[in-house]
């Protein structure tokens, strides 16, 4: 691909190249692979992003895609990068959207070639004439209608126009790894629609496959449609998490208190805050990289001392989001910042997870009166008040009937 060079901004040893390339010479050199980059997110269903090609077809303007490449896959002559392949850092959701507009004008111009019939079929008619090839490209009859509507306007009766025109694209060289997750979490903090919550699943979506490869290799985040919560607790290993369990987690560190996990925490997440000031240190690497090596180290300290009981406990979002809420409160009673207060809980209970006595949380839970008790809320409750003494108070005699019989601690 050729792209003109615009302008240049050097940032350290990496330099970014405002450039322009052809939509069509843009869409027609996508890697085969362009949306399994580990970084970006799958692609997911958005009514905005949808109506691209409103866009397309009104020729208004898409805003700048963000690329990567690499060294080795690139040369510079006068004022052109010619690149060899690359990476999309940010606009893989235009780029899916503007592939599946391009495939179908391809679909609708090799019938009009034939004959043109679809010029003059109605909506049910098109849906049924073109339900296989549109299917195969992951496109729809609405978009198909559009097309067509756009060819008949045009005096010329022609489809080149959409995708004969220059596209602005920013390409990034010798970017690291590391490099590469920081410019994602500032593309993505730009979105303003994107709460809290929202940035934090786009995050460990995006990093956790980084960090277990190049940092954490005893690391494995479990997504949910791989296995259930209760298969995780009963066959997990030590260094596996579930993926909600840990945004929860991350969750509950910001909110100083417990979370739960669900689809409505996301959705709800538009109008709420969720402490800021101590949510930004959250977002950063160096945090992330301590909250993961931390938690492996927690995770292979109680397997190695309570056996499987420990690695059972770890597994349970309620363990989880008991415990990172008591680090997160005591952080902020102590005007700590997060990585500070989470050496102190390294230093307090991930070295000496005896003091947990796992075995008595175990018999306590388990004789807790199901009918008249809201399971999950109580068990949250007793891990988060009682790592919050442990870290504030240096409780070190846990009575878990007490604290899972003191529901107003």
Known sequence: MRAKILDEFIEGNSICYLSSVSLEDYVKFLPKDYKDYEVQREIVNNAYLDALINTITGGKHIPPIVLVVEDGFYSIDDSYLNIQTFKILDGLQRTFRLKVIYDTIKVLESSLLINDDALILTKLQLAKAFKSQLEEINSSTSILVKLIDYYKSNSNNTLEPLYNRNQWF???????????????????????????????????????????????????????????????????????????????????????????????????????????????????????????????????????????VGTQWLGRETSLVGIFAAIGKYAKTKDLKPIESLESFNLKITSDVSILKLDQYEEVRNSQDLAKINFGLINKRAVYNSVFEILAEDQVQINWSYYFNNESK
Do not use: C
């Open 170 to 308: 920013e390409i990034w060289i010798k970017l690291t790894p590391e490099d590469e997750v920081n410019k994602m979490l500032i593309l993505n903090a730009g979105h303003k629609a994107v709460k809290t919550k929202h940035q934090l699943e786009l995050l460990f979506r995006n990093i956790l496959p980084i960090l277990e490869k190049i940092e954490l290799p005893k690391f494995q985040i479990i997504k949910e449609k791989e296995a259930s919560s209760f298969k995780l607790i009963k066959d997990r290993k030590p260094g596996q998490f579930l993926f909600s369990n840990l945004i929860t987690s991350l969750l509950s560190f910001s909110e100083a208190k417990p979370v739960t996990t669900n689809i409505d925490l996301i959705q709800k997440s538009q109008n709420e805050q969720y402490g800021e000031e101590i949510f930004v240190d959250l977002l950063q690497l160096d945090f992330l990289k301590l909250f993961l090596k931390s938690l492996i180290t927690f995770d292979e300290n109680l397997n190695t001392v309570f056996g499987t």
